[in-house]
Every structure is written in C-alpha cells, then in structure tokens.
C-alpha cells in the first residue's frame, strides 16, 4: 500500500481519503466512531477525540484545502499498544502553528473561529505537526488515568 510522501514510513490500521467539502466530515466521524468501537474506547475519552479530530478534519477542509473539492483530505489512525495516533493531513500550504493567536485572550474570545488547535491541544494527549502544518499526528493515550 502506498501512503505518497507524506505518511511514507506509517503503517495505517485504518485510513481513508475524501474531497475538501463540508459535508464529508461526516465520513471523518463514522471512522472515529469505528476506531473507538473497534478498540473498546473509554466513553470519557470519546468526546475528546471526536472534538479533536473533528477540528482537525475541519481545518483540513476549510483551511488546508480551501473547501477546494479537487482537493483531498486524509484521515488515518494507528494503534501502538495502549495509544491510538490519528493523522489529518490536507493539500494546502501549511499554516505557522507556533505563532497562533491565543483564544483565551480577551481581545480574541469573541471571535467566533480560531480555538480548534487550542482545542486539539487540550484535549488530546499529543500533537504534532509536520509538512510545515498541513500534517497533523494527534494522540491520545487509552487508558483512563487512575485518579
């Protein structure tokens, strides 16, 4: 299976690939929902990888790709044990992801976009980007911390 230079060196349990539209982030969910059936996902982490992913399959239509149909958008996971990896990557020209506005700033929290890497970051347990942010790795680990 070839991955293109982007995922070259992964090994993908699962991945699929879809034009830059909206509405296909419908196909981005039913793989999450999947995963997480497949591999008995805690329901306290579910949320935070829907939310995450989600942004980030957002960001790779609206953003990456410019909502650019001729474009497409690739979602893939890998599990490694007790973490799951998903990868979101997109056909755009990146983006500066070290020098993001901070939405909780108060001249930014009433602007109604601009938290969903804020958003990724806190709720998953890793994020990277890679491809000059037009690739994203965001983990999470599956077992529920013990309290």
């Known amino acids: ?16 690939e879809f034009p830059a539209k909206a509405e296909n982030i419908h196909l981005a969910e039913k793989l999450i929902d999947e995963a997480c059936a497949r591999y008995n996902v805690h329901e306290s982490l579910y949320g935070n990888i829907l939310i995450a992913l989600t942004e980030a399959v957002n960001n790779a239509i609206h953003h990456g790709n410019a909502l650019d149909p001729a474009k497409q958008v690739q979602l893939g ?3 490694d044990g007790d973490k799951v990896t998903f990868v979101v990557s997109d056909e755009g020209p990146g ?6 506005p901070d939405p909780t700033d108060p ?8 938290r969903g ?23 999470f680990n599956l077992v529920p911390a013990t309290a």
């Open 1 to 16: 299976m070839t991955m293109g230079a982007l995922t070259e060196d992964v090994h993908f349990t699962q991945r699929i």
């Open 77 to 79: 996971y890998v599990m």
């Open 95 to 100: 983006f500066d992801h070290e020098h993001l």
């Open 107 to 114: 001249q930014n929290i009433e602007k109604p976009h601009g």
């Open 117 to 139: 890497v804020f958003l990724m970051r806190a709720l998953a347990d890793s994020v990277e980007f890679s491809d000059n942010g037009a690739t994203v790795a965001i983990g």
